[in-house]
T-cell receptor, first 110, second 113 residues
Framework: DAKTTQPPSMDCAEGRAANLPCNHSTISGNEYVYWYRQIHSQGPQYIIHGLKNNETNEMASLIITEDRKSSTLILPHATLRDTAVYYCIAGIQGAQKLVFGQGTRLTINP | KAGVTQTPRYLIKTRGQQVTLSCSPISGHRSVSWYQQTPGQGLQFLFEYFSETQRNKGNFPGRFSGRQFSNSRSEMNVSTLELGDSALYLC????????????FGSGTQLSVL
């Protein structure tokens, strides 16, 4: 599985868009980019995933660069409940074995 | 629909003992995987089960084992507990072994004294 690199921490004001970057320069052609988040004392929660096209769902948008070496998770209107550790993971489709890095600790400030 | 249920929520054991953790997946989900989370190592994959068969195993010693029953419920066992086994053990389920989304439980917090 490709290694991903994320900033250890970020801050964002409530109501603003939170943009979380992820580098995955060694990603292979059949690996997807997955995003999960973990709120304190809970298990990780799936957010979104994509291969090469941009994706959007009710939680977030995922923007993947054309060369697929990096991506950005966008939370359009961050709320205090979005405070969590966000994990960017590269893995093959359907892989149950996810390789989690240290993630980005996102703090939403009032 | 109920989420992934893990029992017990908290557990305290002493070194040398063994422990069994239980996981009930979301109804209809047939794939279950287990992860260990510690402050130092983060989230690490333990093993994955589908249709009662272990399909994948992480880099953990043989003291860590698991199984899956015909109703997809899963258990993991750790024998001869060590202090370093203190961790949050998370179970995740998915519809099949080809499904992208993993649904995690809240975990079992194991403390080894």
């Amino acid at each position: 599985d490709a290694k991903t690199t994320q900033p250890p921490s970020m801050d964002c004001a409530e109501g603003r868009a939170a943009n979380l970057p992820c580098n995955h320069s060694t990603i292979s052609g059949n690996e997807y980019v997955y995003w999960y988040r973990q709120i304190h004392s809970q298990g990780p929660q799936y957010i979104i995933h994509g291969l090469k096209n941009n994706e959007t769902n009710e939680m977030a948008s995922l923007i993947i660069t054309e060369d697929r070496k990096s991506s950005t998770l966008i939370l359009p209107h961050a709320t205090l409940r979005d405070t969590a550790v966000y994990y960017c993971i590269a893995g093959i489709q359907g892989a149950q074995k996810l390789v989690f890095g240290q993630g980005t600790r996102l703090t939403i400030n009032p | 629909k109920a989420g992934v249920t893990q029992t017990p929520r908290y557990l305290i054991k002493t070194r040398g003992q063994q422990v069994t953790l239980s996981c009930s997946p979301i109804s209809g989900h047939r794939s279950v995987s287990w992860y260990q989370q510690t402050p130092g190592q983060g989230l690490q994959f333990l093993f994955e089960y589908f249709s009662e068969t272990q399909r994948n195993k992480g880099n953990f010693p043989g003291r860590f084992s698991g199984r899956q029953f015909s109703n997809s419920r899963s258990e993991m066992n750790v024998s001869t507990l060590e202090l370093g086994d203190s961790a949050l053990y998370l179970c995740a389920s998915s519809l099949s072994n080809k499904n992208e989304k993993l649904f995690f439980g809240s975990g079992t917090q194991l403390s080894v004294l």
